[in-house]
């Protein structure tokens, strides 16, 4: 199941990636990304609304209080894929996006940091990461 939703949320983010950059040609980037985030909200909000309706005062026990800046960092997320993609477009945009997150995603693991299981280090994930760089270049290859 993991699998699935992994994959789901891949498509709908080079999907909704594509759709913030067309409404961003109409409006600005901070008036769409406000739009994104407001109708992220409510879907959430309706969502809590009906699946249980846990305290949201359960936020205040986090660990750390940086990680609740999760919705700052969307807010930066939008806009890097926004521009990124109308500047890029979305193939090439999306192929960064993925590299960069998995370079971040390993060096986390690899220094077991925000609360994450350290990981020993593996050369086997170097090479991987290694061809999804030589993948990009091939991409990008006139």
């Known amino acids: 199941m993991g699998i ?3 994959i789901v949320a891949g498509a709908l983010m080079s999907v909704q990636g594509v759709f913030d950059t067309r409404v961003t040609e109409s409006s600005s980037i ?3 990304n406000s739009f994104v985030q407001i109708t992220g909200f409510l879907v959430c ?3 809590w609304f ?8 359960d936020l205040l026990k986090v660990d750390s209080k940086w990680y609740l800046t999760g919705g700052i960092l969307g807010a930066f997320i939008i806009f890097g894929v926004v ?7 979305p193939a090439y945009a999306v192929m960064l996006i993925l590299i960069a997150q998995l370079i971040i995603a390993y060096l986390i ?10 990981v020993a280090f593996q050369w086997r ?7 999804m760089i030589g993948g990009i270049i091939l991409f990008k290859w006139d």
């Open 83 to 89: 521009k990124g993609m109308s500047a890029l477009g």
């Open 125 to 131: 994930k170097m090479i991987a990461v290694a061809i």
């Open 109 to 118: 693991e690899l220094l077991g940091i925000f609360g994450t299981d350290q």
């Open 4 to 6: 699935i939703l992994a």
């Open 50 to 57: 009906f699946t249980g309706r846990q305290s949201f005062a």
């Open 30 to 32: 901070w008036v769409t």
């Open 45 to 47: 909000i309706s969502a």
